[in-house]
């Protein structure tokens, strides 16, 4: 079965520091998503892409944040200064260009020390 | 303002019997419902889903009940087995939205051999 696969499976970094989190989406999904879950709360909803620009952002997805599908494959999520609050779970997603299953990778669990 | 919400946060089940996972919503746009099955340190993992034109969708051991009224949903497994312990999300999106898909809070669902 095809699948949403993730990098780093997890990351430590230092606070301020930029992170790149990078995800490949199964091979004709059209959508794409980022969620976060930190440690004891719900997944959250961060951003959504699509057609090579972001659709939908939530208050969570600040200046800080940004994202890139640069070569066609591999959708990425930029932290361009991280904070503390930043440590969770990120998980990219991706969807087929009709229906509404959002399919999930592994995640990427970032700690920001 | 939580949109979908999961009142339980835990659930504990004897191996065999049914277990009935609730889930509330508020918002009467949406028409499209999801539930999502997660472990530890994974990415949540789709497991039925049901249109608001439905009311009941089956696939397995695994049933969703909508009630459309009472802006209610809930999954039964039955069966219950000690790999379905996990955290189960129930989520929701909408026709004018197809770009996000609300999660609740979570059940942690543990099946007792």
Known sequence: ???????????????????????????????????????????????????????????????????????????TLKIRSTKLEDSAMYFCAGQWISGNTIYFGEGSWLTVV | DQQVKQNSPSLSVQEGRISILNCDYTNSMFDYFLWYKKYPAEGPTFLISISSIKDKNEDGRFTVFLNKSAKHLSLHIVPSQPGDSAVYFCAASMKTSYDKVIFGPGTSLSVIP
Do not use: A
């Open chain 1, 1 to 75: 079965e095809p699948e949403v696969t993730q990098t780093p499976s997890h990351q430590v970094t230092q606070m301020g520091q930029e992170v790149i989190l990078r995800c490949v989406p199964i091979s004709n999904h059209l959508y794409f998503y980022w969620y976060r879950q930190i440690l004891g709360q719900k997944v959250e909803f961060l951003v959504s892409f699509y057609n090579n620009e972001i659709s939908e952002k939530s208050e969570i997805f600040d200046d800080q944040f940004s994202v890139e599908r640069p070569d066609g494959s591999n959708f």
